[in-house]
């Protein structure tokens, strides 16, 4: 159960973690306007928007992953397997960011729906 634990735990930061790389683009922006974030967000272009978009797609995948967790958990499914998952589901993740970052569209794509498959599939095994 440390390890799902330890993988959720990774997974609520990394939308936080995230930002960081749209904040660097936003100071190079005009400074940061922390009175209107993302009006100033908007304006973002190359760099800027991707990091935006890997910070705001770490959200929605963390919807995803949380269900599956809570799946797994309360039907006590924590087994090598769904372990297994979640790591993968994580990696990938981190790898959607950096490829995300470095412009990698078809990479990127495949590691989302490599975390994407995983997460389905830790709620498929508790079936």
Known sequence: MTTL??????AVLLPYLAKAPVAFAQNKLAGYDNKHPREQQSKLTGFGARALAAHQNSFESLIVFGVALAVVMSTNNVYHVTETLAIMHV??????CIFYYI???ILRSLVWLVG????????????
């Not at 990696?91 to 959607?96: E, F, I, P, T």
């Not at 994407?116 to 830790?122: G, K, L, P, R, S």
């Open 116 to 127: 994407y498959v995983c997460a389905v599939a830790m709620i498929a095994v508790c079936l």
């Open 103 to 105: 412009n990698q569209d």
């Open 91 to 96: 990696v990938s993740r981190v790898m959607y």
């Open 5 to 10: 634990i330890l993988c959720a735990l990774i």
